[in-house]
């Protein structure tokens, strides 16, 4: 089982990217998607996190309204467009599946993917 994160860069505020996240190995139909993020000597947070159907989307407070998690079935693929980028952006960000995980708990999600840099300058 493999997720395999990708899209990240360097982006000037006020920029946009799309991360992409690539499942294989397995179905992730009936998981959650989240995408976390950790930033030069802080914790990983919670960033968006959706179920593979579509029915839900969750987002942090600080990134709601800029940032939008969808989901490509087809592809197995689940993507964070990201707009009105902000330098406290910048962190690695990394995909995640879980099976019945709480949403914004990283510590039960079952799957990671590596993380992409995002770094967005001023």
């Known amino acids: 089982v493999q997720l395999q994160a990708s899209g990240g860069g360097l982006v000037q505020a006020g920029g946009s990217l799309r991360l992409s996240c690539a499942a294989s190995g397995r179905t992730f139909s009936t998981y959650i998607m989240g995408w976390f993020r950790q930033a030069p000597g802080k914790a990983r947070e919670f960033v968006a996190a959706?179920?593979?159907?579509?029915?839900?989307?969750y987002y942090a407070d600080s990134v709601k309204d800029r940032f939008t998690i969808s989901t490509d079935n087809a592809k197995n693929t689940v993507y964070l467009q990201m707009n009105s980028l902000k330098p406290e952006d910048t962190a690695v960000y990394y995909c995640a599946a879980g099976r019945l995980p709480t949403i914004r708990k990283d510590s039960e999600y079952d799957y990671w993917g590596q993380g992409t840099q995002v770094t967005v300058s001023s």
């Open positions: 959706m179920r593979r159907s579509g029915s839900s989307t």
